[in-house]
Nanobody, 114 residues
Framework: QVQLVESGGGLVQPGESLRLSCAASMSFFRFYIMAWYRQAPGKQRELVASISSDSSTNYADSVKGRFTISRDNAKNTVYLQMNSLKPEDTAVYYC????????WGQGTQVTVSS
């Protein structure tokens, strides 16, 4: 049974950094294009970043240059390094496949506030 467990969120001040992790209990992880999504209160879930099996990456314009997605296939884990955080980055962050076909995890809350 596939399980995604996100961690690493927290409360930070604007300009600070966080590193999110997503541990995936699944087979053939290395073949999946994985992605991070976020959902702010009252808004739809949005794609933040994705990473392919060969580690090529794509980012939403709103996070380009500040966030870095990476993966460790040996650990079935995908990461999101978030730098220069802004209040508008406040959301619950989730990982999933790029096609969102996996069961959603519980997410991890990121709050950016002074």
């Amino acid at each position: 049974q596939v399980q995604l467990v996100e961690s690493g969120g927290g409360l930070v001040q604007p300009g600070e950094s966080l590193r999110l992790s997503c541990a995936a209990s699944m087979s053939f992880f290395r073949f999946y294009i994985m992605a991070w999504y976020r959902q702010a209160p009252g808004k739809q879930r949005e794609l933040v970043a994705s990473i392919s099996s060969d580690s090529s990456t794509n980012y939403a314009d709103s996070v380009k240059g500040r966030f870095t997605i990476s993966r460790d296939n040996a650990k079935n884990t995908v990461y999101l390094q978030m730098n220069s955080l802004k209040p508008e980055d406040t959301a619950v962050y989730y990982c999933n496949s790029r096609s969102s076909t996996l069961p959603w995890g519980q997410g991890t809350q990121v709050t950016v506030s002074s």
